[in-house]
């Protein structure tokens, strides 16, 4: 997956780039820039966990962190919370380390 996020970052980079340079609106370019790798988390996080446990699951980036809002369907159980928690720490660390290096 980390080549994944890796290859989407760069596209998303190439294309800010590209549209910076033929366009004067950084605040939009930068706002399609954090959906699109506040999307990529909530994918990253979606994945790894059991398909029937998110209701809706929601991500959003602000100054290089990123805040998550998990709805579930049912209650978890005791291991899967766990792999909820384990799971969103992980790509939390994950994509402020590949987005604070860009």
């Known amino acids: 997956?980390?080549?994944v996020i890796d290859t989407l970052l760069r596209h998303v980079d190439i294309i800010y780039v590209a549209r910076h340079e033929h366009s004067g609106d950084?605040?939009?370019l930068g706002r399609v820039r954090i959906a699109v790798v506040a999307e990529a988390f909530r994918e990253f996080v979606h994945s790894r966990l059991p398909q029937d446990l998110p209701a809706d699951l929601g991500a959003s980036l602000k100054d290089g962190d990123f805040a998550v809002n998990v709805e579930l369907r049912r209650e978890?159980?005791?291991d899967e919370l766990d792999q909820?928690?384990?799971v969103v720490q992980t790509a939390t660390a994950e994509f402020r380390r590949r987005v604070s290096a860009r």
């Open 84 to 86: 909820l928690n384990r």
């Open 1 to 3: 997956m980390s080549a």
């Open 76 to 78: 978890p159980t005791e």
């Open 26 to 28: 950084q605040e939009l």
